[in-house]
């Protein structure tokens, strides 16, 4: 894993503060590792070696096996549905209806998905919901895409579908090999617990967290199969040639990869996670020759500011300013209301990175 500093480790710090009547209200702390391609760490902000659960940031690194082992063209996949199996999407109706044609392709329905239901994260998409007096179905859980790929390699690999979600499964020993190797942290010192889906959520460094999405936008890592290298290459360019499907209509994510085109990947994780890739052609800003990762954690597992802390995170490095600032500032701060819609509050962040010549290498 990273080496960062001697001795004892900083504790997070603030990131963000929610004002109300110009006063501060609430206080939300947390940590920022920026990690380079190479493992040296860059920048950080309270404690970049924190164990974080990767919640939904892993779901890039858990289509890999799939896709690797020719999963897109067994089953005709297109840009899309390759999105938003690495996504966390909003359950609109493009969404449910791509993660219902993948089921499909591998004889499958929405009652072979063991993600569970809950509401659509698409407000209107919700509310007609409600309106029709229908209830949510699997398909609009906003991991249905990931689970959809899921039972899909089980038929590719010929494997159980039935208990594809459980540790055990081949497929998930394949896809901790996978996050092991991009992370830089052996399998064995992964912490494992259940996700909100269902299947295992990992346990890691935030700084390997971040390590793994400059990686996701790097070369091929030593020890890498070509065929997974070739993959995840090509799940990240699914990601940023198609938004939409890993996020939604009006999500910061969608929005954020949007306005940078190809050169910069971006995935959220429940309970105040957030993981940037930047590819080289981006990253030379930071005076970086490769690809860099960023990645954060909300302490309190607040979702509220982390958009925010991630706009001033890119805008510290100096990976984006000017009127694209002014666009994503306007997305990720928003206002606080009251029950009548009145303005009363507003959010800030208050952190600055530490910046760093050089630190140990991952490996």
Same mark, same amino acid.
């Given at each position: ?94 969404h449910t209806r791509a ?79 996978? /996050?092991?190797? $991009? #992370?830089?942290?052996? &399998?064995?010192?992964? !912490?494992?617990? =259940?996700? @909100?889906?269902?299947?295992?959520? %990992?346990?890691?460094? /935030?700084?390997? $967290? #971040?390590?793994?999405? &400059?990686?996701?936008? !790097?070369?091929? =890592?030593? @020890?890498?199969?070509?065929?997974? %290298? ?19 209509? @009006? ?8 306005a940078f085109g190809g ?13 940037? @890739?930047?590819a080289p052609s981006l ?81």
């Amino acid at each position: 894993m990273i080496g960062v500093r001697g001795g004892s480790l900083p504790e997070s710090v603030p990131l963000l503060v929610v004002r109300r009547g110009g006063v501060v209200e609430s206080v939300h702390r947390g940590s920022v590792a920026v990690v380079a391609e190479d493992g040296r760490l860059l920048a950080a902000a309270g404690d970049p070696e924190e164990l974080v659960f990767l919640r939904s940031s892993a779901k890039p690194v858990q289509l890999v096996p799939f896709l690797a082992g020719g999963g897109e063209k067994r089953f005709g996949l297109s840009t899309e549905e390759i999105a938003l199996a690495a996504a966390s999407h909003g359950g609109e109706p493009f969404h449910t209806r791509a993660a219902a044609a993948m089921l499909a392709r591998g004889g499958f329905t929405a009652a072979d998905l063991h993600c569970g239901a809950h509401p659509p994260m698409h407000e209107e998409t919700a509310r007609a919901l409600a309106f029709r007096r229908e209830d949510p179905g699997p398909l609009h859980n906003n991991c249905s895409g990931k689970h959809a790929a899921m039972l899909l390699a089980c038929r590719l690999f010929g494997e159980d579908a039935k208990t594809y979600w459980q540790p055990s499964h081949p497929l998930q020993k394949k896809i901790l090999s996978a /996050l092991s190797l $991009l #992370a830089g942290v052996p &399998a064995a010192a992964i !912490g494992l617990a =259940v996700d @909100g889906c269902s299947v295992p959520v %990992f346990r890691i460094p /935030l700084a390997n $967290l #971040a390590l793994l999405y &400059a990686r996701l936008k !790097g070369a091929r =890592v030593r @020890g890498e199969a070509p065929r997974a %290298f070739r993959a995840r290459v090509r799940i990240a360019e699914a990601m940023t040639s198609a938004p939409e499907m890993v996020a939604g209509t @009006g999500r910061f994510t969608t929005n954020l990869m949007r306005a940078f085109g190809g050169d910069l990947l971006a995935k959220e994780g429940a309970e105040g996670v957030y993981a940037v @890739g930047v590819a080289p052609s981006l990253a030379r800003s930071l005076s970086a020759t490769s690809s860099v990762g960023i990645a954060l954690k909300i302490e309190d597992g607040a979702e509220r500011g982390r958009d925010a802390v991630t706009v001033e995170v890119l805008r510290q490095l100096g990976l984006v300013s000017g009127a694209r600032l002014t666009a994503l500032r306007r997305l990720a701060r928003r206002p606080v209301k009251n029950v009548r819609g009145d303005v009363v509050g507003d959010m800030r962040t208050v952190f600055r990175l530490d910046r760093f010549a050089s630190r140990e290498r991952a490996e």
